[in-house]
T-cell receptor
């Protein structure tokens, strides 16, 4: 177990709706990254947060947004859902001062109908 | 462009044999590489990592080899067990201000009893 938890485990939404996914980082980890993993593909980097500020972003549109809280938990928000947003959403945490290894949570499976 | 690819999408081995999973990366400036194991319905699990100033690193039953000349990474699993059956990803860390991981599409390792 990595100590990274995510909720919910599964979620079904319809096109055009908004969704919020949550992540609780491993204790002491001040950096969190979010990834999207389509079926049969490797995870794709969405963005990273450090000390509650976005610290890098992948090739995802602005309707993907995030928050990091003082207790290092975080949220991924997706507006105006599209069918192609159906995927496993993973968060990964690390301690910026403790090395580069990122530890992943179990993911949230989002299905957009 | 940004890509980490795998040579073999599926690898089938007999229990007890050694397994070798290969990976090519594209960014010669990347300084850190990681192998993750992902079982069905779970998030990626850290296996082993290696920095660009090394060419070999060993863990428990696993060895990672890095050939920077040809930008190639491999994961060797000794005495493969049924519990090793999973999808294996190599990931490339771009480093800098954002430790963005670039993943390949993965190799499915199937261990036959």
């Amino acid at each position: 177990e990595t100590g990274v938890t995510q909720s919910p485990t599964h979620l079904i939404k319809t096109r055009g709706q908004q969704v919020t996914l949550r992540c609780s980082s491993q204790s002491g980890h001040n950096t969190v990254s979010w990834y999207q993993q389509a079926l049969g593909q490797g995870p794709q980097f969405i963005f990273q947060y450090y000390r509650e500020e976005e610290n890098g972003r992948g090739n995802f549109p602005p309707r993907f947004s995030g928050l990091q809280f003082p207790n290092y938990s975080s949220e991924l928000n997706v507006n105006a859902l599209e069918l192609d947003d159906s995927a496993l959403y993973l968060c990964a945490s690390k301690d910026l001062a403790g090395g580069d290894t990122q530890y992943f949570g179990p993911g949230t499976r989002l299905t957009v109908l | 462009g940004e890509s980490v690819g795998l040579h073999l999408p599926t690898l089938s081995v007999q229990e007890g044999d050694n397994s070798i999973i290969n990976c090519a990366y594209s960014n010669s400036a990347s300084d850190y590489f990681i192998w993750y194991k992902q079982e069905s319905g779970k998030g990626p699990q850290f296996i082993i990592d290696i920095r660009s100033n090394m060419d070999k690193r060993q863990g428990q039953r696993v060895t990672v080899l890095l050939n920077k000349t040809v930008k190639h990474l491999s994961l060797q699993i000794a005495a493969t067990q049924p519990g090793d059956s999973a999808v294996y990803f190599c990931a490339e860390n771009y480093g800098g201000a954002t430790n963005k991981l670039i993943f390949g599409t993965g190799t499915l390792l199937a261990v036959q009893p």
